[in-house]
């Protein structure tokens, strides 16, 4: 059965410009080997913290470098991929949080009906923590899927599963999709699809009517979900006496330091059973050791690490903050086709510019008949179980949150950056010369 390979990553960037040529070199770490590495046709980037509170809350220009840092690293790692090419097709951010799509150039004209949307769930509802999200169909004419894919930031700290809970609950109540465009494909000849000043731009500017917006848990879409979802190990902050106890590398299962054992106190996978958080979605198995925190000494040595230890912050559990969940729709069983089929799931390297190490997902999701892939879709409604009805006032909620990123975003960078404070100066000065000279005149 033909199916799209969907290739998702998700980074904190501990708001530092990532290195391209670093994150280039593993950026697909976690791609199959055998028989040889194949360029996925979806590429997904889903990255916290993106940049400084100040830059990520204007947004526009001042995000421009940092996505552009991305851009770079995929074009450095496709080299390796029988050089075949990609084009942005999208990149979207609310707050710190943000999400890069690249299609292979010569398939974007597969993509149809592009929608985002987008939440904060951070300090009076802003994106200091939030999520924004993208979906589209891929469609070959006769075969289509469509995919859902949503980058989130959580709330942080050990004891704070129950707000974490809430988040989501936010995340599916006020996350809207609406379109952004009726025709979003764009034949590149080598250069890259014109990039929205989204941050500044409507957050869900649309083309199309308002039943056009469809909720997160739809019936006919697949669904990824990719992020530092923040849920830890332990309610409770670590004792000095802990950090004696905090995994370390062996291949022997039956060693109390081997990852294994701290994976048991994973609190997103008690509250997914519990269904608490993330309803119905599921995540491959875990096979590598926590992805956060790792101290500032283990970053220092990040690109010459051999592997041999692994030193973490000693305030902090260590845990597995960043991860990857999909869900498949409903409609697949109806249609007669296969769910979507997990190929690698793993951790990438760790970075210097960093204390989480990246996580990946490769994954394919196969492409069903026209006509058979719209059966139980109800022409897009939503999950008859999704676990939230839409909030009623989310565009209101999130367009006054917005205008308070901007205040919070100018102040931040007029008083904490060097920038800011040159600009301050400047109008200091030209306020206490303009004094001045009127007071001449005056005195004149």
């Not at 501990?14 to 290195?19: D, G, K, L, S």
């Amino acid at each position: 059965m033909p199916s799209v390979n969907v290739y998702t990553v998700t980074f904190n960037c501990a708001r530092e410009p990532v290195q391209p040529e670093i994150f280039a070199r593993h950026l697909f770490d976690v791609l199959p080997k055998s028989p040889r590495l194949k360029a996925p046709d979806i590429l997904i980037l889903s990255l916290q913290e993106l940049a400084p509170i100040s830059y990520s809350f204007l947004g526009g220009s001042f995000l421009v470098s940092y996505f552009d840092r991305f851009r770079h690293a995929v074009r450095l790692a496709t080299a390796s991929l029988d050089d075949r090419r990609y084009v942005n097709l999208i990149t979207q951010s609310v707050g710190m949080t943000a999400i890069m799509a690249f299609v292979l150039e010569d398939q974007t004209g597969h993509i149809k009906s592009l929608a985002t949307g987008g939440v904060g769930v951070g300090l009076q509802e802003m994106g200091n923590k939030g999520a924004v999200g993208l979906r589209f169909t891929y469609s070959t004419g006769d075969e289509a899927m469509e995919l859902s894919v949503v980058a989130a930031h959580l709330a942080p700290m050990e004891d704070a599963p129950e707000q974490r809970n809430e988040d989501w609950k936010s995340i599916v109540q006020r996350l809207v999709f609406a379109p952004v465009d009726r025709n979003p494909t764009y034949k590149a000849r080598g250069e890259e699809r014109p990039q929205r000043d989204d941050a500044n731009a409507p957050l869900l500017e649309s083309s199309g009517s308002a039943a056009q917006e469809s909720q997160l848990y739809k019936q006919s879409s697949y669904f990824i979900l990719a992020g530092d979802l923040n849920y830890r190990t332990s309610r409770l902050r670590p004792a000095p006496s802990d950090f004696h106890t905090f995994p370390q590398p062996t291949d022997d299962v039956n060693d109390p330091r081997h990852f294994s054992h701290l994976l048991q106190h994973d609190q997103l996978s008690r509250e997914m059973k519990a269904q608490r958080t993330c309803h119905g979605l599921q995540e491959a198995e875990i096979k590598f050791p926590p992805t956060y925190k790792y101290s500032d000494n283990q970053r220092a040595v990040a690109d010459v690490d051999d592997g041999t230890v692994w030193d973490w912050a000693r305030h902090r559990w260590p845990s597995w903050c960043d991860r990857i969940l999909y869900l498949n729709p409903p409609s697949w069983k109806e249609s007669g086709s296969s769910p979507s089929h997990v190929h690698a799931y793993s951790a990438l390297p760790l970075l210097a510019t960093s204390d989480h190490r990246p996580v990946a997902l490769s994954l394919s999701i196969p492409l069903t008949t026209t006509s058979t892939s719209r059966e139980g879709a109800t022409d897009g409604n939503a999950y008859e179980d999704a676990p939230f009805d839409i909030d009623p006032k989310w565009r209101d909620k999130r367009n006054a949150a917005r205008r308070m990123e901007l205040v919070a975003g100018l102040l931040v960078y007029l008083g904490l950056t060097w920038e800011g404070n040159g600009i301050l100066l400047a109008i200091t000065i030209g306020a206490l010369g303009g004094w001045a000279v009127i007071r001449g005149v005056l005195d004149v």
